[in-house]
């Protein structure tokens, strides 16, 4: 039996052949497998798991780190089975830059009145609609972490009026940067099209309830890429029934698949894709997760900690 230091893989949603492929040639020394084919738990120091069953880390006694398999943790960190060793995620810049490619998209579709064209096109219409200037659109960016940064500067080089709203001060050039919850419903106020980048956190569940959406500006445009349940999902259907907002693209839903008898799905000013906005990719992540076990049985401090108490 082999005495290699072993790393188990757990995911229902990602190939484990793919993943243990682009990781052997970054750790020829350890024993990459799926949780099946743990023979010795003891053996197991790094754990690469995406929402694994509850209980799943116990029979691992010797767990060094736990590498949650993708950006967002909060399906993790909640959990009262998770094992008092260092917790890190996939930060990917490749994942951050497939994810401005879609907020790009949103943001340039609403930017440029496509849905206006899809509407008319439908009744052969020929509706002309002067484009209007990057500059003169107020885009508003929650959430100026990995994703949210990366896409925000993007958005900046398009030449949007770009703002952005984090927890903690931050500065990126061209791009005005705000903190904290008293400067929330300004901020609201004042993007005309709205990008949720937050994580799902006790704090931010829920964040935008019925009265900050009504904060949004008449007619303004919504997007959501991160978590469905930072939204009132109810209080964004009536917005958009109501047209108080005039569209809204959304990849993250309350309930996921978003059921069938949901409004959402028959509303025209609504864009849904199915969670797919950015993905972890083992090609490139393969390499931090490598690192971060290189790190970690070193003695090092590892790279893209996430902090339970936190949230994020
Ligand atoms: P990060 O942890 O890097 O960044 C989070 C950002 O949100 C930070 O700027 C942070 O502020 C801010 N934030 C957190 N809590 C609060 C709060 N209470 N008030 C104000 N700001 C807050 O996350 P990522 O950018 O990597 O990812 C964001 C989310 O995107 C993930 O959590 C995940 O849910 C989602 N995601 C969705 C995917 C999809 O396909 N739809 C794919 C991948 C991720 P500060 O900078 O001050 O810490």
Known sequence: MSRKTTLVFYSEFDSF?????????????????????????????????WKPPHGFFARYRHLQLLVNLGAGVDSLVGRDDL??????????????????????????????????FERAQRERHWHYLHPRLPSSIRVGVLGLGELGSYAAQELERQGFDVRGWSRTPKTFAGVTCVSGMATLNDFLASSDILIVMLPLTPQTRGLLDEKRLACLPRGGAFINVSRGAIV???????????????????????????????????????LITPHLASVAIPATAAAQVADNIKRVSSGESVLNQVFPGRGY
């Open 83 to 116: 094992p008092a060793i260092p917790i890190t995620r996939l930060s990917d810049p490749n994942m951050a830059r497939m994810m401005a490619g879609y907020v790009l998209f949103a943001v340039l579709r609403y930017a440029r009145d496509i849905p206006a």
């Open 17 to 49: 052949e793919h993943w243990s492929a682009f990781l052997r040639p970054h750790l020829p020394h350890v024993n990459i497998c799926s949780a099946e084919e743990v023979t010795d738990p003891d053996q197991v120091r790094y754990a690469l798991v």
């Open 232 to 270: 009132d999902q109810r209080a964004l259907t009536a917005a958009l029934m109501s047209g108080h907002l005039s569209g809204a693209t959304l990849d993250v839903f309350d309930h996921e698949p978003l059921p069938a008898q949901d409004p959402l799905w028959g509303l025209d000013n609504v």
